[in-house]
């Protein structure tokens, strides 16, 4: 399996993909933008009061020039925006509500990317997960017959690639939203080059214990094969059962996984967040995201304590996401 970037990058060449930074004045973000800026793979595009942002960027040593800086404020399709944003909103937000409420930085991006002005949404440098994507359902909102977003980690070490999910958004999934969470992740899991192998993990394998939790993971197992019958999605089942093929073959040898899974999902947020932490932690994996799964357009997060090197990266799977699901 070749470098995950370089992949990226070739799919991107030519493509002229722009991705919305609502965190203009982040000197992380201005570091990133200027690489990308630089490299010409990636167009990004700050958010933010101009002057706020040429402030910081002196501050951090960063040259703006070429690089593209929306203010909100003084956005030259303002008042389009407004006028998109209102019917959008389906009434429940008036064109005085939206001008004041297009100020929000998060909101103006998902504006950008819902409009086609931009292809997907890379925030949470300085804000939480529920300032990035309140705006996005809003705006942006979820794919047909998706009822919650969810958030999966690529988790990559040399050639190997898994992806994780939910690890930021669903603390105590039900049953349709794991099968849910479960197709959506072998969605994501296929943009990124793996062939979904579906694990939807439990303490149980296969009835080994009884318990409304493990027969949670056993509805949601058969209503996600019923949602994606071409996807091998199996469950209730152990992480030793679905990663270790010996441990298979011993505890479950009529599993349609034989320790060969590569998409995770876990049946809690807290499962899948300590999940991948220790994974990240303990096994030297890098661990890409949340990727925020459902939206009908890229809309991405980050860790509050990322570097400029993660906020590049995110990026960068963000612009080839858009064109992926695109071109499929």
């Given at each position: 399996m070749?470098?995950?970037?370089?992949?990226?990058?070739?799919?991107?060449?030519?493509?002229?993909?722009?991705?919305v930074l609502p965190e203009g004045t982040d000197e992380r973000v201005l570091q990133a933008a200027l690489r990308l800026t630089h490299e010409g793979i990636v167009t990004p595009i700050l958010i933010g009061p101009r002057e706020?942002?040429?402030?910081?960027?002196?501050?951090?040593?960063?040259?703006?020039?070429?690089?593209?800086?929306?203010?909100?404020?003084?956005?030259?399709?303002?008042?389009?925006?407004?006028?998109?944003?209102?019917?959008?909103?389906?009434?429940?937000?008036?064109?005085?509500?939206?001008?004041?409420?297009?100020?929000?930085?998060?909101?103006?991006?998902?504006?950008?990317v819902y409009t086609s002005y931009a292809q997907g949404v890379v925030s949470g440098a300085l804000h939480t997960m529920a300032e990035i994507v309140r705006p996005a359902l809003q705006i942006i909102q979820t794919k047909r017959g998706i009822t919650k977003t969810s958030g999966a980690f690529l988790m990559v070490r040399g050639d190997e690639r898994y992806l994780f999910a939910d690890c930021a958004i669903t603390i105590a999934p039900t049953s349709e939203e794991l099968?849910?969470?479960?197709?959506?992740?072998?969605?994501?899991?296929?943009?990124?080059?793996?062939?979904?192998?579906?694990?939807?993990?439990?303490?149980?394998?296969?009835?080994?214990?009884?318990?409304?939790?493990t027969q949670k993971i056993v509805e949601a197992t058969k209503l996600a094969q019923e949602?994606?019958?071409?996807?091998?999605?199996?469950?209730?089942?152990?992480?030793?059962?679905?990663?270790?093929?010996?441990?298979?073959?011993?505890?479950a040898p009529r599993s349609a996984i034989q320790g060969d899974a590569n998409v995770f999902v876990f049946p809690s947020l807290e499962a899948g967040n300590i999940g991948y932490n220790l994974t990240k932690q303990f096994g030297g994996f890098e661990a890409f995201g949340p990727l925020?799964?459902?939206?009908?357009?890229?809309?991405?997060?980050?860790?509050?304590?990322?570097?400029?090197?993660?906020?590049?990266?995110?990026?960068?799977?963000?612009?080839?996401?858009?064109?992926?699901?695109?071109e499929s």
């Open positions: 070749t470098n995950l970037f370089d992949e990226i990058r070739q799919a991107l060449a030519d493509k002229n993909v722009k991705i706020l942002i040429s402030v910081a960027a002196t501050q951090a040593k960063v040259d703006l020039s070429g690089i593209e800086i929306v203010d909100p404020v003084h956005f030259e399709k303002l008042d389009q925006c407004i006028l998109q944003y209102v019917e959008r909103r389906h009434g429940k937000t008036t064109p005085t509500q939206a001008r004041i409420q297009l100020k929000d930085v998060n909101t103006f991006g998902a504006m950008l099968a849910e969470i479960a197709v959506e992740s072998a969605q994501t899991a296929k943009v990124f080059g793996i062939d979904p192998k579906v694990a939807m993990l439990s303490f149980s394998t296969k009835g080994s214990a009884q318990s409304p939790e949602k994606a019958p071409a996807v091998t999605i199996e469950g209730e089942i152990q992480f030793d059962v679905a990663f270790v093929p010996a441990i298979a073959e011993k505890k925020l799964q459902g939206f009908n357009k890229p809309v991405n997060s980050l860790s509050q304590d990322c570097s400029s090197e993660d906020i590049y990266k995110l990026v960068l799977m963000t612009a080839y996401q858009s064109v992926m699901v695109g």
